[in-house]
């Protein structure tokens, strides 16, 4: 929101039940037009021109995905597009991996294209699909660099438990990447579909 507001001059409001990430933007917006709220999603009654959701949809639980469509469709105006961020997977499930579960992203689940398809039916139109999965492994890899760099400095803080689990959840997340089991997805939804078509920014 931030490269938002100070490039383009939007008005931004970011909304999360997580009190840290709301203290920490309010802490860092300076004079910005940018609002942080401790808020559920469910709990916003209001149109906006864009919504953007980022690495928030697996988080919703797989009963939810109908649900948090319809929201963002009764909050985004006519004209306005819904960007998508989410990490995918090419299988439909309904529960995450037991370890995942218990020390990383509790009640987590990665959506499938199908059950992100049949959870914007009606609502939307897909403009556009972009698959950024391959590069997510770099990504992964180079936290998992850093983490090791970093290590000397955090390790009166924490023991080597808590090194050898980032060091599984890392390494093993970059695996599901490089063999493509899992994606990064980033979808542009309109209401009515872009009459002139939508042009891709990122060819």
Known sequence: MRYAAEKYGVNCVGVS???????????????????????????????????VSIGMFEHVGYKNYRTYMKIVEKNLKDNGLFLLHTIGTNV???????WIHKYIFPNSVLPSAVQISKAVEKLFVIEDW???????????????????????????KYDERFYKMWEFYLLSSAATFRTRQSQVWQ?????????????????
């Open 187 to 203: 979808i542009v939804l309109s209401k009515h579909g872009k009459h002139n078509g939508y042009k891709r920014i990122c060819q």
């Open 92 to 98: 439909s499930a309904k529960i995450t991996d037991p």
């Open 130 to 156: 972009h698959n950024f999965g391959i590069q997510y492994d770099r990504t992964l890899m180079t936290w998992y660099d850093n983490f090791k760099k970093a290590w000397p400095r955090l390790k009166d």
């Open 17 to 51: 039940v997580s009190k840290e990430q709301v203290k920490r933007g309010n802490e860092t917006k300076g004079d910005l037009p940018i609002e942080f709220r401790l808020q559920d999603y469910r709990d916003i009654h209001e149109k906006f021109d864009h919504i």
